[in-house]
C-alpha cells in the first residue's frame, strides 16, 4: 500500500507540473503581441518610397530611355501588356490590408525578369516582400501565358503562310523555301537534390532545353520548353510536337517547287546546324572535312540563314537576364519563366519594331549554351540529294556577289 501511495501522489505532483507549464502558456499567448502583417519600411512604398513609385513618378515623365530600360519596354506597350492580362493579376481590397495593385505586380515581373535580380534584391528595391514578389512573378508569368501564348507564338496554319514566311527568308536572307532556323539551347537552374543527374548536361550544369523555330525577322514560330538537359542524341528535337508534325505531313508545308530559274526541284526546308539529322525538311552544313569550294560556299549561305535563330536567342538573353543567370527555382518554374520570356519577346517584336534593329546592325551575343548532337542517323538519299541541289543553286543562278570574299576568296 505504501509504494501504491507513493506512485500516487508522484502521478499527482507530476500531473500538477503539467496543467501549469500549460496555464503559463495559454497566459503566454495571450499576452503576445499581434504579429504585424509586414515591417514597418515595407508599408513605406505607399507613401512614394521604393523603386516603383520612381519608375511611375519620375522616370515616366523625366527620362523615358531610362523608364524603358528598366521594363524593356515603353509606357504605352506596358499598359496595352496590363490590359491584357488585369483581369487575372488584379486582387481586391480587404478590411485588413490593402493589395498590391497590378501595375505593380506586372512591374515587378518585368523588373525581375529584365535585371536577372533575387528576390530579395528585388524586396529591397520596391520594398515588396520577397515572398509576396516570388507569388507575384509565377502567378503574372502564367497569366502571360494563358493570355498571349496562343496569339504571339503560333506556328503558321495555312500553306500561303508557310510561303510568306519562305518570302522573308529570299528577301532578307538570300535563302529561298526556307521554312524557319531551328536550334536549342540550354537555360541552367538550381536542380533539387532529389533530381540527382536527371537534368545534368554536357557541359557540367543542370538545365532545360529551349528548342525554337524561328523566322526571318527573329520571332519565334515555335517554342519547346522543358526537356532536361541530359537529353542529347536525337532526344530533344525527335520527342518535339514539331517533329512530329512535319513526320506525320500536318503542318500544310508547301509541295515541292523548282528552284528560282532553275529546273532543280526541292521541298521546303528548314535550317539547322550539326546538332540535328539531315533529312528530307532539315537542312544542314556540311561536315567541315574536306571541303570544296561549293560545298564552302553552301555551308556560308545556310549559315548566313541560320544566324537568325542565333540573333533571336542573343536578343531574348539580352533583353531579359534573367537567362543569363542560373535560375534558383524549381525546372517547373523555370519553364515558366522562360516561355514568358519567349511571348514577350514575340510581343514586343511585334508591338515595337525599334525593340530589333535593322539586319545590318544586329549582331546579339547569346550566352546560353549550345545543345549537343541530336542523333547519328545516317541520312537518306533523298535528304542528301536535296543539299546538292541548293549548293548547285548557290553555286549558279543564286549566287550573290559578296559569297566569295565571304568564305576568303577574292
Partial sequence: MNVERRISVVSGLIGICVIRKILKRRAARKNKKRKLWQEEWLKKRDVGKGVLSLLQNELLHEDPEAYRNFLRMDNDTFMELLTLIDDIIKKQDTQLRQSIPSDKRLAVTLRYLASGNTFRDLMYATRIHESTISIIVMEVCKAIIQNLMKTYIQLPRTTLEWENVAKGFEKLWNFPFCLGALDGKHVNFQAPKSSGSYYFNYKGSHSIVLLALVDSEYKFLYVDVGVNGRISDGGVYRESSLKKGID??????????????????????????????????????????????????????????????????????????????????????????????????????????????????????????TISQQGGFRASNEALLTRNKFCDYFNTVGSVEWQNKSIGLV
Fill in 248 to 369: 506525320r505531313n500536318l503542318l500544310n508545308f508547301p509541295e515541292d517547287r523548282h528552284l528560282p530559274d532553275t529546273a532543280l526541284s526541292v521541298p521546303y526546308v528548314i535550317v539547322a546546324d550539326d546538332a540535328f539529322p539531315l533529312s528530307k525538311r532539315i537542312i544542314k552544313p556540311y561536315p567541315l572535312r574536306g571541303l570544296s569550294v561549293e560545298k564552302r560556299i553552301f555551308n556560308y549561305r545556310l549559315s548566313r540563314a541560320r544566324r537568325t535563330v542565333e540573333n533571336a536567342f542573343g536578343i531574348l538573353t539580352n533583353r531579359f537576364r534573367i537567362l543569363q543567370n542560373t535560375i534558383n527555382l524549381s525546372p517547373e518554374k523555370a519553364e515558366i519563366l522562360t516561355l514568358t520570356c519567349c511571348i514577350l519577346h514575340n510581343f514586343l517584336a511585334v508591338r515595337n519594331k525599334k525593340y530589333i534593329r535593322p539586319e545590318n546592325e544586329i549582331n546579339e551575343t547569346c550566352s546560353l549554351e
